[in-house]
């Protein structure tokens, strides 16, 4: 028994130990300029992705916002807001670049699978738009996490105008756990908004549970 015990034991020490020490030193093992996020789904792997992201220059004015085990990057300049949804868990805006994000979740017992989930999100929007055309779409099983990507263009009437807009969404199957990121501007700032919408979407990361990590490291130690 105590042959199975040590490994175990030995490769979740090993892990506790990379990520304290990439919290004192987070320049140590930056090399990577990946920028396409595979979904990590271990802890060392994570702090690699996410520090290989977060030091790039072009994220030097991103911050980290994570919920459950999804995380991902957003410009310093989205403020926090609940004005954009009663059911979103996390929305941010800018409104003077017209910038909105929301980020859903539901447990995966809620719906048949991850396509289902998709096709509910691209059913929530074609409900407040109309014009209601995807541009682009996408499926990727990354680390047999399944992933659905979307941009689509449609019409809000606001009341007085109507008003074109883009969305970008992504929805992926984390564990027990489905996730819906949500972005969107109006079509005449895509210009200006459109490279950091493609950043939040490529940052997107599964992000093990550390805390989970030490608490099995407590319950393997003797």
Known sequence: MAKFFIPV?????GLLVYVL?????PNMFNKSNETQNPLVNTVADYVRMKDSLIHLHEYSDFKEVSYLKASYLLPNYLDTTSSLSSSALLQYQNLKKEFYILLYSSSSYEYASVEEYYKSTLSGIKSVITNFIVVDSSFMKINNAKVYRADITGVYFNGTDSVPLIYKVLVANLDDYYYDLTEWTIIKNVK???EDMNKIMSSFLYKPDIDEVRKKLEEWSF
């Open 192 to 194: 200006q908004n459109e």
């Open 9 to 13: 034991l030995a490769f979740l020490i």
């Open 21 to 25: 020490i990439q919290d004192k030193n």
